[in-house]
Each structure stands twice: as structure tokens, then as C-alpha cells.
């Protein structure tokens, strides 16, 4: 293991790359996807579990930890690694994008944010230099920096005018963060679906100097094209020699699309939360295990899947403990998605090195085109 | 592993016995505490979890399964053993006892029991034979005879009318079983808390004759010295080369008790359902993990337990996973509680096998009387 925070790129395949992030909490597998830990767990998960299905790396709520159990007592507990179990690395969000879709009676000024707590109405005050801190005392081993994330539609005056303020809250967290060997600050590009602004946004961070750069403001509702369309020459934007992370990302067609466009690092609540909605993500698609045509199918979620959940049980198993609002339904297919998710990665890390990724996108969109097995 | 059920006592000390049942599926050392799977799961737990506390053998609920998913669908699906992903033996009641506790508009007859579902207000009609065939599609290793079980406090003779009632039930059960070579058929004593009808009913049951002997209609709100008084002798009116199963107990100190009096085999929910409420059993008593004093304590629940709450959780992380109503909550205690109850039943075994029973039952409650370690 390193003793500091590196990446290396080890395969190119068009804009698509793969490569290694080292930390000395061990190293990530690019392209990377990050299972999300909001309150200290993934949802319905053991984290043995989660390193089980070949995660290396998980993401962290900055906004939920701070209210509870708050950043100071779980700093006293040892940091987040311990408290939660997961000895791996470990991302934690600003705060900024969660403070403006959780919390109450948002204040917003050049300062930071003032808000109420959701859980208990509590006030608080998140800046960059204690979104810094919060992550600091976490223990975090990638930080992001302090952000603002307008939604989208919104006009171009107010998406530069955040994006300017995002910039100089990117360069109050570098200098917040200040030198941590082992730890990496990533500063976070935004500029809505106007390249001008992304152009502009990157030129900002780079002038600041970052370990990893995200692109933020996106999957917030612009659809997969606008998405795409960004990421057609964001990444292109930022240094190649850094970890590029698009951040709440996404579905898996949504994944494949963004790492040929050259992304290494993502994030979504989509594999755990379908979990536990019955919602299950294969390689032909997507499964809804309500539905009533799996009540008397023997056969497995998906027979080439090597996740408990698909060598152990039959479909209309897992759609009778869904019926029956048993715990063990989100358990298993929270776990079946997570497996998919990073069976996808490992897919897609293995093409890129084999120079053969063409080819495993063509695949994989052809065989979701098929959609699930035929009812028996 | 036996082709065929048998019961073999291995060791004694005062009225208290360890031994073994060999079943086609597997062994189950008595004394033996059964986890409860109500609807095809120990909630919260993956079977191989259940395994791995100790559990030998499951408890399964035939009027759960019997209304969802039904034991015909679980029988074409290849019996409860498969549907479930749990191979060792499992034991199923007969539904009388939750029917009526949980179905709604029941009518009793000498044929049997009509009701309605309390899902979805489909009716039924549950008598003797339909309980044998319904445990015989699930695949269950151990039948539970088809019984009625009388709240108490009642009259001598309402206990008395039932008990009667149940022993012919009885003598149905036993004819309707026939001969299934590998699995038993268990009768079940009745007559509440008056030794005169215990006896009368074990008298019955002994001429019908049985694979094992259950003492029924305990548990039901009459308190543990009732209880007690009850098993101080009812054991001895059965057969001593049988198990005797204590239906529906119980809470540490009525499982040590009754084994204290010759118990072989208990089931109860409370371990798993404590679990979901953030009660937790240790050597020490109860331990309410969402009280606040636990809110900064770094210990764990208990540091001589080897399961996975204890092994790498602090009381603050259970704390904090409870208040925020996180699913591995549930699961992290459910497994502790089932991990003590086995340790329990394992000291009591290895206590009765070096005949020092009464002194692990001295330390038992000398350590419960101390209570929980001190606050920090």
C-alpha cells in the first residue's frame, strides 16, 4: 500500500481509461463505482458484504453525518472508518448539494449556508472551511471540497453566478484543507449544460490545483442526452493524470456512457435504494420482483450472477419475502445490485484494458435490448 | 448422517439431560433452542448467519406459510428446505396456536378450525389432517400434532374440554401422519396449569404414542412460576427416551429453568424480535441499545461475545444505527441475540455433560444480577 494519495492510468481505450487509484487504505480499481454509506452503512448491507461484491470504496453523507451522529463524536469514536467497519477508502461529499435538497430553511450567502437540521430542527452553518473540517474529523480519505449546485433547468446568468461562487468556495477548501500526505482534496466543476461555463469552471480549478476533479451538476434532472452531451468534452477539460468523478451517477447504461466519455469515478444511491423497492438491475434489464409473474418461477434473478441472491434463491422466493415486507428482501437484492454494479465495473475495466470496449458496449445494450428471461 | 429420526440421551444431571436427535438433515444437540422463521425467514438474518450463531434447527409457522406463499406453491418450488436456502432440520407447528391468535373470524369445531386470513380475508379451514398435509408439502423434518391451546386464566373445565379435544385431535394427527420413515411426529400435552389434566393428557398421548412430546399451553400469560410449577413435574409424565419440546419460551432465565427441569427443545421469537427493537440479551441481562447513555461508548455490547455486533461495532454504532432507523440495526442485534441464546445452550449442554449444572446456573444468575457494565 502507498502512503500517499496517487493515480495511474494503465489502459486507454478511446476516451475511456482505467487505472488505479493508491491510498494507504488501499487502492481503487478505475473506472471505480462508489456504493453510497449516507448515516455510517450501506442500507441492508454487512460492509463485509459490500467488499464481497468488489467494492473498494465507498461514498459518505457529509450532510446526514454532521446532524447525527455528528463529525465530533465520530472523530472521538476512532473516525468513520472504525465506527462504521470499513477499513477501505472512503469519499465524503461536501454537504453542499445534500444542505440544499434535505435541510429546512436554507440561508444562502457568500459566506456558506445556514440550515435547519430535518431530523431534529436543529441550526447549523455549513462553510468551506467546516465542510473542510467535518471531513477532516471523519477521517475521510477524499474529500470535496464545499460546492453549490443549482438545479437544473435554471437560466445561464444563475448557473454562472453559482458556478463563480462554487470556484471561490473550491479555493477557501483548498486552503481549508491545507497539506494532508494520504488524503486527497477534489474540487468539483460546475457550469450546468453550458460548455462556456464548464470551460471557465475548469479553468478555475486547475488555476487552484486539485488531487482529483469532479463534474458536478449533472443527473439533476437535465436526461441522459444533456448528460452526455456534456460529458462529450467536460472531461476533456480537466488534467488526464487525475481521477475524474462524475458524482450521482447513475444508472448502469448512464454508467457505461460515462465512462466511455473518459469518467473514472462514480456514485449512486440507485443499487441499494431499487433494493429495497424490489427493483433489481441485470444484464437484461431491469426486474421488478412484485411483479406476479415471478411468484411460481424457480429460477434464479439471473443464472449467470454469482451473488447470494442468485445462487441461493429462486425468484419467487425473493418475491414472497418482497410481499411479505421481509428484511431479508432488501438484504438480498440490495446485495444481487451491488454485485451487478461491480460486476459491471470489473466488465468494463477488463474491456477498456483489452482494448476491446466497442465491442463490450455493443454487447451490453444488446442484451438489455432482449429484456429479462421469458415467463415460464 | 440417520436415515431415520432418533433420539439418543447422551448425558444427565438431576432432572436435566443433553443429548442428540439425528434426523436425515442433519443433528440437533439438546438441549436445543430453535430460532423461529416465520414466513420462510429468520427475519433480519440470512440462513447462513442463522447457521453460524449455532442454530442446528429452525422453527417453521404453518399458518404464515400456509396463507403465503402457500405450502403448495413452497412444494412445487421443492419443499421449505430449498425455498428458504436452509438445509438442516427444521420443525413446523400446526397452526393452531396462531390461528388463534392471528386469524380473523374463527369458528371451532370438533372438525377443525374455519377462518379467515388476516392478509388478505381469504378463508380456510384447518383441521388435523389438513395440518399434516400442509407440514407435509412444506417438507418439514419434525410435525407438530394439530392442537387447540386455551388462554389462561380459564376454568378447569374449559382447559379440560379442549385438552380432551386436542388428544383426539391428537389420534387424527397420528393416523393422518401415517408412516414417513425420517421424519417425526410430535404430540403436544395440554391441560394449563392442572396437574390432573397434564396427566390425563400425557396418558393419552403416551397410548397414542409419538417421535417426541411437547408441553403446550404453557407460555400463554400464566407467568414463569406458574410454569415452573407445571414443568416441575409434567417432563416426568413423558416418555424419558423422547425429546420434550417447551413450546413458545422463552426470555434466558425460563430457557435455563426449563432445562433445569428436563426440557430438550424450545423455540421462541424473542431472541429476533428483541433485535428489531434494539433490546439486546447478554450474560449481564438486557440491554436497551437506543438509550442514550450509550450514545458515546466505544465498548462493545459485550467483550467476551465472539459474534459479528460484538466483534466489530462499538455500543455508539448500534446506538447511532438504531436512532436512524438503518436496516443493519436490525440485523447486527438480531444476529447478537440469536448468538447468545445459542451460547446459552451450549454451556448448558457442556454443563449438564460434566454434571455441573448447578453451578453454571449459580453463575448464570450471579452475573445477571450485576447487570450491565457501569457507564463510562
Redesign the interface.
Known amino acids: 500500500m502507498s502512503d500517499r494519495f496517487s493515480f495511474a492510468v494503465t489502459a486507454r481505450d478511446g476516451a475511456a481509461r482505467s487505472g488505479v487509484i493508491s491510498t494507504p487504505r488501499g487502492e481503487v480499481r478505475t473506472p471505480a463505482f462508489m456504493p453510497v454509506g449516507t448515516?455510517?452503512?450501506v442500507?441492508?448491507?454487512?460492509p463485509e458484504s459490500v467488499a464481497a461484491t468488489g467494492a473498494d470504496i465507498l461514498l459518505g453523507n457529509t450532510y446526514h453525518l454532521m446532524l447525527?451522529?455528528t463529525a465530533e463524536?465520530i472523530a472521538?469514536?476512532?473516525g468513520l472508518h472504525a465506527?462504521?467497519?470499513w477499513q477501505r477508502p472512503i469519499l465524503t461529499d461536501s454537504g453542499g448539494f445534500q444542505v440544499m435538497s434535505l435541510a429546512a430553511l436554507r440561508k444562502m450567502s457568500e459566506e456558506g449556508v445556514r440550515f435547519k437540521s430535518h431530523i431534529d430542527g436543529s441550526e447549523h452553518h455549513l462553510t468551506p472551511e467546516r465542510s473542510m473540517e467535518i471531513q477532516r474529523l471523519l477521517g475521510s480519505d477524499i474529500v470535496m471540497a464545499f460546492d453549490e449546485c443549482p438545479a437544473l433547468p435554471a437560466t445561464d446568468e444563475v448557473v454562472a453566478a453559482s458556478m463563480r461562487r462554487s470556484m471561490r468556495w473550491a479555493a477557501r477548501s483548498r486552503e481549508a484543507f491545507g497539506q494532508r500526505p494520504g488524503h486527497a482534496l477534489f474540487g468539483i466543476m460546475q457550469g450546468g449544460v453550458t460548455r462556456e461555463l464548464r470551460e471557465e469552471s475548469a479553468a478555475a480549478l486547475c488555476e487552484i490545483g486539485f488531487d482529483g476533479y469532479a463534474v458536478g451538476g449533472l443527473a439533476v434532472g437535465e436526461g441522459q442526452e444533456a448528460m452526455f452531451s456534456v460529458l462529450d468534452y467536460a472531461p476533456g477539460l480537466l488534467p488526464a493524470d487525475r481521477p475524474r468523478y462524475l458524482m450521482g451517477v447513475g444508472k448502469p447504461d448512464d454508467i457505461v456512457g460515462a465512462v466511455e466519455r473518459g469518467i473514472d469515478m462514480m456514485d449512486c444511491v440507485l443499487p441499494s435504494r431499487s433494493g429495497r423497492t424490489g427493483q433489481a438491475w441485470t444484464r437484461r434489464g431491469q426486474v421488478n420482483i412484485k411483479n406476479a409473474r415471478h411468484?411460481?418461477d424457480?429460477r434464479p434473478l439471473d443464472a449467470d450472477c454469482t451473488c447470494?441472491a442468485c445462487r441461493?434463491?429462486?425468484r419467487?422466493?425473493l418475491?414472497?419475502?418482497f410481499?411479505?415486507q421481509?428484511?431479508?428482501a432488501?438484504?438480498?437484492l440490495t446485495w444481487h445490485n451491488l454485485h451487478y454494479y461491480q460486476d459491471l465495473m470489473a466488465g468494463l475495466r477488463a474491456a477498456i484494458a483489452a482494448g476491446q470496449l466497442a465491442a463490450f458496449v455493443t454487447d451490453f445494450h444488446a442484451l438489455r435490448a432482449e429484456g429479462d428471461i421469458e415467463p415460464l
Open positions: 448515516a455510517a452503512t442500507k441492508a448491507m454487512l447525527r451522529p463524536r472521538r469514536l476512532g465506527f462504521m467497519n411468484m411460481d424457480p447470494p441461493s434463491y429462486s419467487a422466493y418475491h414472497h419475502v410481499r411479505a421481509e428484511i431479508i432488501s438484504m438480498l
